[in-house]
């Protein structure tokens, strides 16, 4: 059974930094995609960025490029999204997504 599990959020100052951690379990890792999404309250899931498997090329929203990177640790079937110059706008649940399961999502909050 695939298992997701997020770390990593917190509460933060803006402009300050975070890296989110999702760990898989389960499952063969190293060739499959890897999401983020985050959910702000009252709005829908969005997407942030993406890991590929085999090649691990990344996508980012459009609103993210420059600001926050995806990586990947094969060895440990682990994802991490850093996240620099964070918003408040940015509050969200983060969320990781893979094979179509999804974590339990961990809580970012930019406030001052």
């Known amino acids: 059974q695939v298992r997701l599990v997020e770390s990593g959020g917190g509460l933060v100052q803006p402009g300050g930094s975070l890296r989110l951690s999702c760990v898989v379990s389960?499952?063969?890792?190293?060739?499959?995609?890897v999401n983020w999404y985050r959910q702000a309250p009252g709005k829908e899931r969005e997407f942030v960025a993406a890991i590929g498997g085999s090649n691990s090329s990344a996508n980012y929203r459009d609103s993210h490029k420059g600001r926050f990177t995806i990586s990947r640790d094969n060895g440990k079937n682990t994802v991490y999204l850093q996240m620099n110059n964070l918003k408040p706008e940015d509050t969200a649940a983060y969320y990781c997504?893979?094979?179509?399961?999804w974590g339990q999502g961990t809580q970012v909050t930019v406030s001052s």
């Open positions: 389960g499952s063969i890792f190293s060739i499959y995609a």
């Open positions: 997504n893979f094979r179509s399961v």
